[in-house]
């Protein structure tokens, strides 16, 4: 069973500038999140799909952060624009029951 | 709100020496407690699911067991390919599977 897939796994760009993350998650998952891991952090959840539609995007930074989830399955998530703080690891994760299976992430660098 | 604390932050094991990884949470229900491993570059392995107090799992050199207030995963004679970030994570009664993370462990076992 192929996993969680990512793309780009790694990003740099400059603040002030936009960059946007692809996800394709596990087959049949209906569930999809995105969290945002700061170096020596655990994950913090961002936002939640369930098919194409939104459970939960409380911690998401609406001001400059975007997400959606077309078709539910594969999933988008945008930054405009980047600030510094942004710098971090950003996972997909996806669930068809309670365990939720990641993908390799996305490490972007804001400079 | 949900809290995970685990602790130590690091911890250095000579291969074969066996020690436990603390999780401490503060959950208002708990509907379920993961455990996940975490190599550098990767996303979060998942390596269990506990539910209930009393409950334990057990995968190789690993055992994970669970309280009403914390949880250890044990290692039982590490080797040098345990070495990883170990997180742990709770997933709140009511909630819509959402996982609260701690900060993780970071284990390094020498040869």
């Known amino acids: 069973e192929a996993g969680v897939a990512q793309s780009p796994r790694y990003k740099i760009i400059e603040k002030r500038q936009s960059v946007a993350f692809w996800c394709n998650p596990i087959?049949?998952?209906?569930?999809l999140y995105w969290y945002q891991q700061i170096l020596g952090q655990g994950p913090k959840l961002l936002i939640q799909?369930?098919?194409?539609?939104?459970?939960?995007d409380s911690q998401l930074p609406k001001d400059r952060f975007s997400a959606e989830r077309l078709k539910g399955v594969d999933s988008t998530l945008k930054i405009q624009p980047a600030k510094l703080e942004d710098s971090a690891v950003y996972l997909c994760a996806s669930s068809h029951g309670s365990e939720q299976y990641f993908g390799p992430g996305t490490r972007l660098t804001v400079t | 709100e949900d809290q995970v604390t685990q602790s130590p932050e690091a911890l250095r094991l000579q291969e074969g020496e066996s020690s436990s990884l603390n999780c401490s949470y503060t959950v208002s229900g708990l509907r379920g407690l993961f455990w996940y491993r975490q190599d550098p570059g990767k996303g979060p392995e998942f390596l269990f699911t506990l539910y209930s107090a009393g409950e334990e799992k057990e995968k190789e050199r690993l055992k994970a067991t669970l309280t009403k207030k914390e949880s250890f995963l044990h290692i039982t004679a590490p080797k040098p390919e345990d070495s990883a970030t170990y997180l742990c994570?709770?997933?709140?009664?009511?909630?819509?599977?959402?996982?609260?993370f701690g900060s993780g462990t970071q284990l390094t076992v020498l040869p």
């Open positions: 087959s049949g998952h209906a569930t």
């Open positions: 799909f369930q098919n194409n539609g939104v459970v939960d």
């Open positions: 994570a709770v997933q709140a009664d009511g909630s819509a599977r959402q996982l609260t």
